[in-house]
């Protein structure tokens, strides 16, 4: 499995840096990926729906660390590109 597109939309508030939407093996997509600014950098939260009980929960996620890890790494990048490109 590869990422072959990140696409990346930046927003201007505190803690939500952008938005984000990878496309896998050029035929799967996943939209609202989030960059998020937590107390110990930068990372991506996967996209969720909110339940009736007011708890979150992912509506697609990776199932196991290597593929997250592959995931953030290709996400955070393209953000640093963004973001670099629009100063």
Do not use: Q, W
């Not at 909110?50 to 790494?73: C, Q, V, W, Y």
């Amino acid at each position: 499995m590869e990422v072959t597109e990140v696409r990346v939309f930046p927003v201007d508030e505190e803690k939500l840096k952008a938005y984000v939407t990878i496309t896998i093996d050029d035929c799967f997509v996943v939209r609202d990926l989030k960059v998020i600014k937590g107390n110990n950098g930068l990372f991506v939260a996967m996209p969720s729906k909110k339940r009736k009980d007011g708890t979150f929960r992912d509506t697609a996620h990776p199932l196991n660390n290597e593929t997250r890890e592959m995931i953030e790494s290709k996400v955070l990048a393209k953000y640093e590109r963004e973001i670099e490109r629009m100063e």
